[in-house]
T-cell receptor, first 115, second 115 residues
Framework: AQSVAQPEDQVNVAEGNPLTVKCTYSVSGNPYLFWYVQYPNRGLQFLLK??????LVKGSYGFEAEFNKSQTSFHLKKPSALVSDSALYFCAVLILTGGGNKLTFGTGTQLKVEL | DAGVTQSPTHLIKTRGQQVTLRCSPKSGHDTVSWYQQALGQGPQFIFQYYEEEERQRGNFPDRFSGHQFPNYSSELNVNALLLGDSALYLC??????????????FGPGTRLTVT
C-alpha cells in the first residue's frame, strides 16, 4: 500500500530557530507529495507540493521541503520559526488511478513554537 | 476569488438519523473529494466526484453516498448515523479536466456530532 509516515507526534522549537517536520514515504512509481497545515477547528491549507523537478520545493509562508529519493523522505523545513507557525502539519501522497485520485495522509505532527 | 465553501459549519444529529453536507468548489475547479477526519487523526478519503459520477471510493460503507451537480457543487449523505460517524468532514476541490492540477484545496469543514 502507498503511504506516508510522520514519525513525530510533536515537535517543539524556539522562535527564531530553524524547524524540521519529518515525513517518509512508501510509494511505487513516482511520488506526488504534499504538505498541508491545519489550525484549530479549521480545514487544511496547502503549503507546497513535489511533483517532479528540483528536490528543494518552496512553498507558502516561508516553508520549504526537500525531496530525497534515496532516503524516501520529504521533510518540511523553515529557516526561522514563528509562534504563529504553531499548528498541526500533515504530509500526504497523491495516489492516481484510472478512475480518479486521492490523498493519503500521515498521522500529523503538532508543531509548537515557543518564545 | 471564492475558495471552497461548506455548509453547515456544525451539526448535531441523533443515532439512526440521516445527514446531508454540502460543498461548493473553488472557482474553476471541476472535481470534488470528501474526507473524514476523526478527532486526533489524519483525514481519510471517502470518495471523489467528477462529471457528476463517483470516480473513486475509499473504505467506507454504503451508508456514505454522494452527488455532484452540473455546477460542480457536491453533497455528502450519511444514512443510519452511528456514534463513530462523529468527525470533521472536509471537502476538497481540484481540477481534473483541462489544466489538471495535482493539489487539492480544502474547505473549512463541517463538524458533525452524533449523540
Amino acid at each position: 500500500a502507498q503511504s506516508v509516515a510522520q514519525p513525530e507526534d510533536q515537535v517543539n522549537v524556539a522562535e527564531g530557530n530553524p524547524l524540521t517536520v519529518k515525513c517518509t514515504y512508501s510509494v511505487s512509481g513516482n511520488p506526488y507529495l504534499f504538505w498541508y497545515v491545519q489550525y484549530p477547528n479549521r480545514g487544511l491549507q496547502f503549503l507546497l507540493k513535489y511533483i517532479t523537478g528540483d528536490n528543494l520545493v518552496k512553498g507558502s509562508y516561508g516553508f520549504e521541503a526537500e525531496f530525497n529519493k534515496s532516503q524516501t523522505s520529504f521533510h518540511l523545513k523553515k529557516p526561522s520559526a514563528l509562534v504563529s507557525d504553531s499548528a498541526l502539519y500533515f504530509c500526504a501522497v497523491l495516489i492516481l488511478t484510472g478512475g480518479g485520485n486521492k490523498l493519503t495522509f500521515g498521522t500529523g505532527t503538532q508543531l509548537k513554537v515557543e518564545l | 476569488d471564492a475558495g471552497v465553501t461548506q455548509s453547515p459549519t456544525h451539526l448535531i444529529k441523533t443515532r439512526g438519523q440521516q445527514v446531508t453536507l454540502r460543498c461548493s468548489p473553488k472557482s474553476g475547479h471541476d472535481t470534488v473529494s470528501w474526507y473524514q477526519q476523526a478527532l486526533g487523526q489524519g483525514p481519510q478519503f471517502i470518495f471523489q466526484y467528477y462529471e457528476e459520477e463517483e470516480r473513486q471510493r475509499g473504505n467506507f460503507p454504503d451508508r456514505f453516498s454522494g452527488h455532484q451537480f452540473p455546477n460542480y457543487s457536491s453533497e455528502l449523505n450519511v444514512n443510519a448515523l452511528l456514534l463513530g460517524d462523529s468527525a470533521l468532514y472536509l471537502c476538497a476541490s481540484s481540477m481534473r479536466g483541462t489544466g489538471f492540477s495535482y493539489e487539492q484545496y480544502f474547505g473549512p469543514g463541517t463538524r458533525l456530532t452524533v449523540t
